[in-house]
Antibody, heavy 118, light 108 residues
Framework: EVQLVESGGGLVQPGGSLRLSCAAS????????MSWVRQAPGKGLEWVAN????????YYVDSVKGRFTISRDNAKNSLYLQMNSLRAEDTAVYYC???????????WGQGTMVTVSS | SYVLTQPPSVSVAPGKTARITCGGN??????VHWYQQKPGQAPVLVIY???DRPSGIPERFSGSNSGNTATLTISRVEAGDEADYYC???????????FGGGTKLTVL
């Protein structure tokens, strides 16, 4: 079964850091771009970042550039999101997602909640 | 940056046809994807590349894209179709993924 499972969410103070992980199974992880998408409480979906199969290309939404870093370990079938200098507006459910060509997300994880609050 | 505009809400009676629009500048020149999201659940891809359906998605779901508007059409609407629907494109000029604001479909 194709599956993505996120972990690492929690409560963090403004200015703090958190690292999210996404474990992939059921498909050849190293053959796909991978992405993070978030959703603030009661709000819509917002794309966060993409990473190429070999990690050589990374793209970010402007609001997280310089603060978040997407990375992957193909040997461990895992995707990561290092989040630094967190702000209240980063509070959201963070989804790991697998994009097809032209970036259609066909597989999503269940999400992990990140709350930034003092 | 590229902007996708969706109506906040659409209401439809059971058995009727729901149409949810997604407006964007020259959107007809790019591929549009649609997602269904029910409360407390992750989004599900229901239409990709304007009009293709993933396996397991009922034929009642269809899509079209032309000019400045893409449309998700749900025929013979059922109570279980009540959800939020999002359109999405990949803006190749910026290499950014863009989502519409979402449309809440209410089945009366």
């Amino acid at each position: 079964e194709v599956q993505l499972v996120e972990s690492g969410g929690g409560l963090v103070q403004p200015g703090g850091s958190l690292r999210l992980s996404c474990a992939a199974s059921g498909f050849t992880f190293s053959s796909y771009w991978m992405s993070w998408v978030r959703q603030a409480p009661g709000k819509g979906l917002e794309w966060v970042a993409n990473i190429k199969q070999d990690g050589s290309e990374k793209y970010y939404v402007d609001s997280v550039k310089g603060r978040f870093t997407i990375s992957r370990d193909n040997a461990k079938n895992s995707l990561y999101l290092q989040m630094n200098s967190l702000r209240a507006e980063d509070t959201a459910v963070y989804y790991c997602a697998r994009p097809l060509a032209a970036i259609a997300f066909d597989i999503w994880g269940q999400g992990t909640m990140v709350t930034v609050s003092s | 940056s590229y902007v996708l505009t969706q109506p906040p809400s659409v209401s439809v009676a059971p058995g009727k046809t729901a149409r949810i629009t997604c407006g964007g500048n020259y959107i007809g020149t790019t591929s549009v994807h649609w997602y269904q999201q029910k409360p407390g659940q992750a989004p599900v891809l229901v239409i990709y590349y304007d009009s293709d359906r993933p396996s397991g998605i009922p034929e009642r779901f269809s899509g079209s894209n032309s000019g400045n508007t893409a449309t998700l059409t749900i025929s013979r609407v059922e109570a279980g179709d009540e959800a939020d629907y999002y359109c999405q494109v990949w803006d190749t000029t910026s290499d950014h993924v863009v989502f519409g604001g979402g449309t809440k479909l209410t089945v009366l």
